[in-house]
DNA sequence: TTGTAAGCGTTATCAG
DNA sequence: CTGATAACGCTTACAA
């Protein structure tokens, strides 16, 4: 495919023939002798032809190509929701482009404009953490790209989405707390305005409530960039530590945040869950090996890159635009490990 | 750039100017007067005109956009290398497509040629665990495809290569075990024929041979596909496990064969540093959170994908063909935590 | 059944 | 200074 690359023009003036009957025999045409068609097939397939993609792009005004939009490829839950996407994407005939955000919204919108510059024929997307408007997305839909939403979604735009029951998830992961005899639960989520936010926040307070808890505003902290540097975490946590009344559990709201926490209980001494329990979002695939392993809220990232890929095809692939969007909602599933559950002696010694 | 994407033609019929006059003042050509430039440009902007790269690509037989080939985005040294991958490719104007291998032979192929049909203009490669034979990258580079190695290198192609100091960085791993007491040093790594393997063994034994220990080819284990799937690596340590000597620690030499490790004395109630001590190559960022807190060989992950990505667009961008090749080698850092070292009773507790 | 020509968006060459 | 034309590799009316 590259400086010697053959293209059927070369095979045409090879063979005698003209580019059309050529390109006819190699897309099966039946307008073709069968004759014609081993001899193109034949000499093409000795000389190792491949279409140029590039060309056909440029011709069908497409590009069989996928864009997907993460905060960062390094954190386990978004690697394996693009796992998931590849496996349906390369069945389909797709490729996908990948791009991260770092939770920038500047970063994000380069990517996009990157994107879809590239002609990508569909996007997946889960918004930065600092992403509050979203015309960059309805201006890019506007235009006739299909967009499909997953996990941090975007309210407002009208298009498929695929998230977790976030509030479910939070609700469970609360109530197990509470169940295990703690009582001042604090909550460390990203930013306010985010969507998944909304959803773990409700499902905590309701948690509580539920339990004739009272919800205590100053347990509740968000980490405007989602945690992504170390300084805003922290400053988060000693605003906690810092309160008359300790919190006596935390609950995690996004993977990177719970390592965070972790990290801070560790440089400060705060031994988990003697000292405070701890329950977080994580589809890291090592929190059973932290000390002590960790109760987690885990999320099925793989399932979730799947089914959005299955939506944005269908939407590309579809022959008159889709006016009715699906809401998909995917449970998340809690694993009850040592970090939420307070010690009796015997385990202290492991 | 989608349904409603302007083109030069469109500025051109709007304007009454020819395509190559918009095209020209596009490009800031000095054979354009002022005025017309003013205009067009004026009008291009107010439209929001963006060159199709697509054209461009055909046009010039470039992409302007790098290949990556990995085993598995999910590992953290390689999504690091990706970042120093992609903070050198933007800045040159180049964009990257990523491939996984999964550490499979055939995905290896499948992305390759992907890729290279895709008209990648370079290639940066860490090949999968499962490649031994080298031929259909010799293939591609001998198309004219510019290609740069990383970390897990072919030995016999002639091109830039960066790699860490695999020798070193074991040795210096195996004397910080030896030196805490431990002699009877297991060594487990990836597939036996893959150049990160060999400079790790041979660091390995070295530092067994200084310090007059024997060489147990018993206590030398490997993973065919570099422990990706947790019974390859469980069966490898079973057998360590069934001699009649077992070791009393273990060098694990990549980062899932290292998770691995500690999952399998997790699960078999194998204490570490107390009955097994661990050291083992990672770029994890939660190794420090580990249960115990794990000594790692620390690669300059993103280090290394910055100096190869400006290695390949040296290449890429020549005028004529490089044919001297640099073979850069980056030091391993030793990260001492408690994995490696013998506990005292005090620290029983914590 | 095969060939000719136009077009996808761009730039380069050559005229004017 | 500006315009017409060809070319990149491919597909597809339309002609033959």
Wanted: charged share 25%; glycine share 4%; proline share 3%.
């Amino acid at each position: 495919m590259r400086f010697d690359a053959i293209t059927i023009k070369d095979i045409a003036t090879a063979l005698g023939l003209s580019k059309s009957t050529v390109s006819r025999a190699l897309r099966d045409s039946h307008e073709i002798s069968p004759e014609t068609k081993k001899l193109i097939r034949a000499y093409a397939e000795e000389h190792n032809y491949r279409p140029n993609p590039i060309a056909l792009s440029l011709k069908e005004k497409r590009s069989r190509s996928i864009g997907i939009v993460v905060c960062e490829i390094a954190n386990s839950f978004f690697s394996q929701v693009i796992n998931g996407i590849e496996s349906i994407a390369y069945d389909r005939g797709y490729n996908v482009i990948i791009s991260q955000t770092h939770e920038s919204f500047e970063r994000e919108m380069i990517g996009l404009n990157y994107l879809s510059s590239r002609s990508v024929d569909g996007l997946l997307i889960s918004v930065s953490a600092e992403t509050k408007n979203f015309d960059h997305l309805k201006s890019l839909q506007n235009k006739g790209l299909p967009i499909v939403f997953f996990d941090r979604v975007a309210n407002d735009i009208k298009t498929h989405k695929v998230t977790v029951d976030n509030f479910t998830g939070s609700y469970n992961a609360t109530t197990h707390l509470i169940e295990n005899g703690f009582a001042r639960i604090a909550s460390i989520s990203l930013s306010q305005h985010s969507f998944i936010t909304q959803g773990r926040l409700n499902g905590y307070k309701k948690a509580l409530s539920d339990h004739h808890i009272p919800i205590d505003e100053d347990l509740i902290r968000y980490c405007a960039h989602g945690g992504l540097f170390y300084e805003e975490l922290e400053k988060e946590m000693n605003a906690l530590f810092m309160l008359k009344q300790r919190p006596d559990a935390i609950f995690a709201s996004s993977d990177k945040i719970t390592m965070g926490v972790l990290r801070y209980f560790k440089s400060n001494g705060i031994r988990v869950p003697n000292d405070i329990a701890v329950v977080g979002f994580s589809n890291s695939e090592t929190t059973d090996l932290l000390q002590p392993s960790l109760t987690v809220v885990k999320q099925p990232a793989f399932e979730m890159g799947k089914i959005a890929t299955e939506m944005l095809i269908n939407i590309m692939e579809a022959n008159r635009a889709v006016k009715v969007f699906e809401n998909r909602v995917l449970p998340a599933e809690l694993v009850v490990r040592d970090s939420s559950v307070k010690r009796t002696v015997e385990l202290l010694n492991n």
